[in-house]
């Protein structure tokens, strides 16, 4: 629109002081209440309970060191769940809308959240809108779904209005910005990054082993509560000690420990150059076994030349090709093809500005071709280019062998055809084709090799035909057959899977069915994708990847968006969310060991001796003590499995439950040890046992990391310090007699060589021989 010049950078300073940025302020809880938060629930209530009885009975000392203890673990929850946000929000800031506005009569890219009413932006095929407005110009196809629901798109002419966080699915337009940030028709812009917490698979695995564990609990509980009123204990007594039992099988960990080792990984992974959309795609990734790949911009280097050109008409030379072919092409669009026939326009000194463009209408994956409407000569013809199999099927008078023979050329040759036509009083003609020549990176052949050894199947899906695809397949180590998905009927499109490594000439529908296909089968799929057309695929798939330079849609739908080009990000992604998913059943595994030990051990042996071996106190203090330290598992150092992980419910019970009847044994000769040979009162017996549960659960976790003897692999800084802080915390504890009774030197130090044989030996042997057992590497 000639005379628009936009705002001046004076009027939008202004206006942002006026309006605000365009965005929607989050409704933040205040610290005061995720505090109040982390004191309610079963496990706060048990504690609180217990307390409160505790206090009744005269017993103020417990009923403090219970409530001071809930205290400190709700402190230090809200501590990690900020850092969690902190997280989150450090993801958000690193996915920004860009937006192509008119300030200061010039056309630059701007942040969406700087955008002002009164902005002049211009928006095409595959923005997001970034604010309320209306057309100026142009037409658009727009995406309502996201705010209304209605899954048709609908088309927007001048004087139309268009609303925040809509997509544009065909078209371009000029519009000019009314309303922004709360003042948009929603209330909002769209955001790129969900910070709600999903419902896991891995959170709904470790809750139903919790349950299976508290059941168990419950008739042990029931068991030594028949047993201390056998013994005439008074159930004033008895009740403080119960509800610490059940405390011992509630997974005070696990939202934290989830939530947090989730969100350490995806900070992990922007490090990397990789931004988690969805906690859940941390997840996807450990268990994908097949990968669909876009060839363009993710095996390639997404740097288009033209390569070739043929003339395949009498009287068109090379330099006629290229000429249309430019005419076809927006100057300042952003289509690495269009961009590709340009500059070798400039090279072959191609005269551009004689000729008139009349109109244009931009490439749509729909068509797959774009158009000029020119005026050349003082005659009126369009200028066409597109997809060979498109404009074949057009021009009736095309010497067909020919032109196949010449696409089958250019395909062989690694370049992807692209048909150049004329179209002149209603009759197309195709005048030559241009071979566009994408290379693969350097390090894509070295990257599919570990994709493959890490077991995941990658699988090449691209609009290319047969021959391109089939040759930069064969030169970056892609397996399997090249199958040329034109003409194949739908129905016949599962049984290909299986033998397939390429699918040549799909359209976005195919792209969409491959991903649902694989998944019918049992398959977690990933797909890259950069663009509209790639949106559905993305969006149905278990790990959604947008590569670097993906549209806005793209992004939007994703699971997880790649800042960096190739693919070496994707096997980031892949060996990350394995280490994360093995910290969480590093988690698991101890948690139901840890039960095994306290609950179980301490069930048993007060039914032995007719009197708990452990107070409420004894265990509220080791149960914050260990917790502690397996939030420390979240930063783990942890070897990736080489192949996709899968959960295997029974088999990790199985594993733990051996190894928790070894612990039991181990403990068992511990309180022999302490009563029989140290010849400790009882008191003091239930000080050495509350020492050597600790520590021996402390080295648990060093022995559960590792499927080898546990020195194979150090572990993290900040474990190897939460594990040396807890030892030396319980050492004194036991020393000095801080809230339980004393025990000499000498007799904590028995305690600790036992603990050091039993668990980083004894223990250590039994578990590597339980996991080659059951396969579990």
Known sequence: MRGLTGLSSSEVEEKLRIYGFNTVPEKKESTLKIFVKKLQGLTAYTIEAAAVISFILGRYIDAAIMILLLLLNAFIGVLHEQRAGKAVEMLKSRLKIVVKALRDGEWRDIPSEYIVPGDVVKVRLGDIIPADGVVLEGHLLVDESTLTGESMPVEKNPGDPVYAGTAVARGEAIIRITATGPRTRYGRTVELVEA????????????????????????????????????????VDALPFTLTLLIASIPIALPAMTTITLALGSVELARAGVIVRRLEAVEAASMMEVICLDKTGTITENKLVVKDIIPLREGFTEHDVILYAALASEPDGRDPIDKAILEKAGELGVDLGSVSVMEFKPFSPESKRSEALVSMGGRILKAVKGAPQVLVDVDTTLDRERFNEAVRTLGDRGMRPLAVGVEENGSLRVIGLIGIYDKPREDSQRFIEEIKSMGVKPVMVTGDNYYVAKSIARSVGIEGRVVSLKGVPREELADLLDSAGVFAEVVPEDKYEIVRLYQSKGKVVGMTGDGVNDAPALKQADLGVAVSNATDIAKSVASVVLTKPGLGNIVDVIRLGRVVYRRIVVWAINKIVKTFQVVYFVSASTLLLGAPILTPTHMILMLFLYDFVTLSISTDRLRPSSKPEKWNVRRLVKVSVILGLVKIAELFLALYLGLHVLSLQLEQARTFVFYTLLTSGLFNILNFRETGWFWHSKPSKVMTIALTTDILAGTIIAWKGWIIQPIPPPVI????????????????????????LFKYS
């Not at 299976?212 to 509560?225: G, N, S």
Request: net charge positive.
């Open 196 to 235: 709600g917490k999903p419902r896991l698979l891995i959170e709904e695995i470790t809750s139903s082993i919790t349950r299976w564990l508290l059941a168990v609990d419950v008739f042990f509980v029931v068991l030594v509560v028949v047993r201390l009123l056998i013994t005439q204990t008074p159930v």
């Open 749 to 772: 130090l028995i305690a600790f060589v036992y603990t050091v044989a039993v668990t980083l030996i004894l223990t250590d042997a039994v578990k590597i021989a339980v996991f080659k």
